[in-house]
């Protein structure tokens, strides 16, 4: 089993930036892949960014390129999510999500069904 807690979350103007952040314990950090989504309500749960289990590998959406970075810290077990020029349409709530089963060197999955083990969210709210 692995506990993943989301920590982060607010209230923020758009142009604005939030970082999020992320541990996941009960197994060896660095042995998950890991990777944010989002979700609004009525939604299917999104994509956002993923990294691979050395950090040496990302996946971003193409919703969120170069403005979303995912980075991770495998002696902390903290892996985060800087959002920079945030806008309304980000506000959602935001889950941080582990996923144990790739090898050490392959490339993080952009799907939600690869990831075995979820946080309970936070909510971001971009106001105009």
């Known amino acids: 089993q692995v506990q993943v807690v989301e920590s982060g979350g607010g209230l923020v103007q758009a142009g604005g930036s939030l970082r999020l952040s992320c541990t996941a314990s009960?197994?060896?950090?660095?042995?998950?892949?890991m990777g944010w989504f989002r979700q609004v309500p009525g939604q299917e749960r999104e994509f956002l960014v993923a990294?691979?289990?050395?950090?040496?590998?990302?996946s971003s959406a193409d919703s969120v390129k170069g403005r979303f970075t995912i980075s991770r810290d495998n002696a902390k077990n903290t892996v985060l999510l800087q959002m920079n020029s945030l806008k309304p349409e980000d506000t959602a709530v935001y889950y941080c999500?582990?996923?144990?089963?790739?090898?050490?060197?392959?490339?993080?999955?952009?799907?939600?069904?690869?990831?075995?083990?979820w946080g309970q969210g936070t909510q971001v709210t971009v106001s105009s």
């Open positions: 999500a582990a996923d144990p089963s790739r090898a050490i060197y392959a490339s993080p999955s952009t799907h939600p069904e690869d990831y075995e083990y």
């Open positions: 009960g197994r060896t950090f660095s042995s998950n892949t």
């Open positions: 990294i691979s289990r050395t950090g040496r590998s990302t």
